[in-house]
């Protein structure tokens, strides 16, 4: 049964700005799946890292990280993180100079879902990771890829992980983008926009567990997940 979405009051909206802008700081792992929209010049990159570094609460086990076009070098150089690399490689590159990295075929679904099962042990394990991203972009068939992704949410919420999941939002058709976000807990959305000032950042919460749903609003500069070099 569909519920009513509740719109946050425009007061409400702006007396606890601060607090709304910093959320994406605050631990998302009292929830199974997240997904993260980006679009335009928001950074993948560092919006992996500051899930890694913000969003997660206490972890006994680091989160395994399954990454898709960020390489593993450019979010973490410590050895405790298992990595996936799901990537396109030429047959000849099967080896990472990182020991923990492994690197997976995109188009190869069932090797993967086999890393995640071999590597996220126990209930609690998170998952972080872009790999959507290339996933989509090799399975030719939407109908594979929607049993490959429904198969993953569901082992995520009985197993009692929690998956964060970035999607790079204008690269692909909109009736995927509206597949990956209908099996999710909470979507955070972020997007750029021009003013006088220069460029900024939007995020908004789609909150489907808590029936929370905020507009658009600044985010906070010291967690803003864009790129300031070329």
Request: with cysteine; glycine share 4%; hydrophobic share 40%.
């Amino acid at each position: 049964m569909a519920s009513t979405r509740r719109a946050l009051p425009a007061k409400e909206l702006q007396s606890n700005s601060m607090e709304d802008a910093e959320s994406f700081g605050e631990p998302l792992d009292r929830h199974r799946l997240v997904i993260v929209c980006v679009k335009g010049n928001v950074s993948v990159r560092e919006t992996l890292r500051n899930i890694i570094q913000n969003t997660l609460g206490p972890q006994e086990t680091p989160p395994l990280l399954v990454l898709g076009p960020t390489a593993p070098e450019d979010v973490s150089s410590d050895q405790s993180h298992k990595i996936g690399w799901v990537t396109f490689v030429d047959g000849t590159s099967l080896a990472h100079p990182m020991p923990q990295v492994e690197i997976i075929s995109p188009d190869n679904l069932l090797e993967l879902n086999l890393f995640i099962e071999k590597s996220a042990q126990g209930e609690n394990h998170a998952i972080v990771g872009d790999f959507l991203d290339n996933v989509i972009r090799s399975v030719g068939s939407p109908a594979s890829f929607y049993t490959f992704f429904c198969q993953l949410a569901s082992r995520v919420k009985l197993k009692k992980r929690t998956a964060i999941l970035i999607i790079k939002e204008d690269i692909h058709d909109r009736a995927m983008v509206e597949t990956v976000k209908r099996f999710a807990d909470v979507v955070l959305e972020f997007r750029d926009q021009d003013d006088e000032a220069g460029l900024k950042v939007e995020m908004r919460t789609l909150n489907f567990a808590d029936n929370v749903y905020t507009a658009w609003r600044p985010f906070s500069d010291w967690l803003r997940p864009v790129a300031v070099s070329a």
